[in-house]
């Protein structure tokens, strides 16, 4: 299946702009910073920084350009994710483990790799097939730039010096949203799914219809006071709220605040530092099963993700995007659909009906992991601006809460 290639500048020029935003990202980091691997599930950022470069070399540059020789030949293994039909790789665990290459050979290969790209554009930049790669590592890349910033908070989460990884963020303004409430969302045989204008990734596809039941979605996201209350009310020690894989991964790891929170519910650890919670600012860093809990102990229940995106396709996605510069939810007025946190839905991120994976070794991004996890909607307050649509969807386990996870909720019948 092609990729819509739709770019809006010229190509050159938005590889250009992408892969400078990478570098600037980790432009307030040590080289030691960039090494360390805090859990599994983080990867360092020189990492993320090269394995977004392996990238357009092995799915870009070597079956395109024949011209095109490797930096070096042991990086193929060492930044290949998770792509088994590429070929065998560093194990994801031991990331953290590589102090070579160095962040400045790592840089060097960037700009290898950069310069080749761009001399295969301007060479064959009329080739859709290269043009649809390009575009997809484009999307690949800021995928990682999300991850390179929620990798970076969980590392320095654990420095008891709570040194901040950009001290120049913004702090957003704090103002007290309206009164929870409902509208009514539409309901019947909807169309869903990616447009067909413009990129999308594989699981976006193919477009289809879907039945809604009456159902009602919330106006705004659920707050910091809002989830305190859920804490003091003392919701984490009521099994009656919670799954029960919920209520085991409560008790298994102790939780009783969301991760990031301090024990006094007063302040929080943020890209900028440590900081006062906002009591009006949108919770983050929930796990599904703390979502599910606090919308059964609110008398609702999460959104399907179908709900959320036909909220979500009457608006235009705007909002407290990467480019805001505050890297961390802030209090608003709208919808918040998009933006600030991802959203919880209670969806099973599974196939759509006809679902078809990408040919070749591309069909391993996102088909292969249609299995245990849930769709989140929505973007988060450090994913690009451009990087987000109604039909996107993201997925995590459901005991994930390092990303910028967050909750709206959602109740059955019509008010
Ligand atoms: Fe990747």
């Known amino acids: 299946m092609p990729i819509p290639a739709t770019a809006t500048t010229p190509l050159p020029a938005d590889f250009e702009r992408v892969r400078a935003t990478s570098v600037e990202l980790a432009s307030t980091l040590s080289p030691e910073d960039t090494v360390v691997q805090s ?3 983080v990867s ?4 993320h920084l090269a394995h977004v470069t392996w990238f357009f070399e092995r799915f870009v540059l070597e079956p395109f350009d024949d011209s095109y020789r490797r930096l070096n030949d042991g990086y193929d293994f060492l930044f290949n994710s998770y792509y088994y039909s590429a070929g065998q790789m560093h194990a994801r665990p031991k990331r953290g483990m590589l102090t070579r290459p160095t962040l400045d050979e790592v840089l060097a290969y960037r700009r290898h790799v950069d ?16 043009i649809s790669r390009v575009i997809l590592g484009l999307n690949h890349e800021q995928q990682h730039q999300e991850l390179l910033l929620t990798d970076i908070l969980h590392v320095f989460a654990q420095n008891p010096l ?23 969302g539409p309901s019947g045989v909807h169309e869903v799914g990616a447009s067909g204008e413009g990129f999308c990734f594989d699981n976006e596809t193919p477009r289809h219809a879907a039945l809604l039941h009456e159902h009602r979605i919330g106006t705004r996201l659920v707050t910091n006071a809002e989830y305190r209350e859920f804490i003091e009310a003392g919701a984490y020690h009521d099994s009656n709220l919670w799954l029960s894989d919920g209520w085991a991964t409560v008790n298994e790891r102790c939780w009783n605040r969301p991760l990031y929170w301090a024990e006094d519910l007063e302040s929080q650890f943020t890209l900028g ?12 860093h929930v796990s599904y099963y703390e979502a599910d809990a606090f919308a059964r102990w609110a ?33 608003g007025s709208g919808s918040q659909l998009f933006g600030d946190v991802w959203e919880w839905t209670s969806s099973p991120y599974a196939p759509y009906p006809g679902f078809e994976p990408l040919a070749g070794s591309l ?43 967050g909750i709206r909720l959602a109740k059955d019948g019509v008010a």
């Not at 310069?115 to 097939?129: M, T, V």
């Not at 709570?162 to 929870?180: E, F, T, W």
């Not at 690009?384 to 459901?398: E, G, L, N, Q, V």
């Open 39 to 41: 859990m599994p599930d």
């Open 44 to 47: 360092p950022t020189k990492w």
């Open 115 to 130: 310069a080749a790209i761009q001399k295969l554009l301007h060479d064959r930049g009329d080739d859709a097939e290269i």
């Open 162 to 184: 709570q040194p901040a990884v950009n001290p120049s963020l913004r702090i957003p303004a704090s103002s007290a949203p309206d009164s929870y409430a409902f509208v009514t």
């Open 273 to 284: 530092g440590q900081r006062d919670i906002d009591p009006h600012a949108p919770v983050c």
């Open 299 to 331: 008398g609702a229940r999460l959104p399907t993700e179908f709900e959320w995106e036909l909220a979500a396709v009457a608006e235009t996605p705007a909002g407290n995007f990467m480019e805001s510069r505050y890297w961390t939810p802030a209090s």
């Open 363 to 405: 069909g391993e991004y996102n088909g292969k992991f249609m299995c245990n996890q849930m769709t989140v909607r929505g973007g988060s307050c450090v994913t690009a601006t451009d990087h987000i649509r109604a039909s996107y969807r993201s997925f995590f386990y459901p005991d994930a809460r390092w990303q910028f996870l």
